[in-house]
């Protein structure tokens, strides 16, 4: 593959895209970066951490206290809070995204106006590079929460549900 044929491409789609294309470029690496780091600590660090829980309950012996509870509820909170990690700031994200694309249509709409402003409503290759400007940093702000979207729901729901399966797992005698 030609690397710096991409490059280049991919400059001029930024360009062509404006400004606001750039954050929403760098505002969907983030949330990538999220989401990997979500998807790997379920694949790599999960099991672990829950095993962790599992190993401390049953070393010991109460486990039908009021004490014992507490105990358990605060062992079901800490694998919680380590699976619910970071996926409020993916769902913020997935919000941002397509924020940052009006965003991006204000400004390119903005740009059609004033090459209105200037030449008349005649200049139609004017006017096309600020429709241009308009709507792909909508389209790339849409894709990109759409794609975010996917997968932050899954991961809520596969943090949910290894939560419930280690609560199943802690045993109240």
Known sequence: MDFQ????????FLERGGPILTWIMALTFVMWAFILERLAYFGLAHKGVAG??????GARSDHSSWYAHAIRDQLI???KLKADQNVELIKTLVALAPLFGLLGTVTGMVAVFDV???SGSSDARGMSAG?????????AGMVSALSGLIFSSQIERMAKRRVHELADELEVG
Do not use: C
Request: glycine share 6%; aromatic share 6%.
């Open 5 to 12: 044929g991409a490059f280049s491409g991919l400059q001029e």
């Open 52 to 57: 962790r829980a599992v190993r401390e309950w």
């Open 77 to 79: 909170s800490e694998v």
């Open 116 to 118: 209105m402003a200037i």
């Open 131 to 139: 429709v241009a400007r308009a709507t792909i940093p909508t389209m």
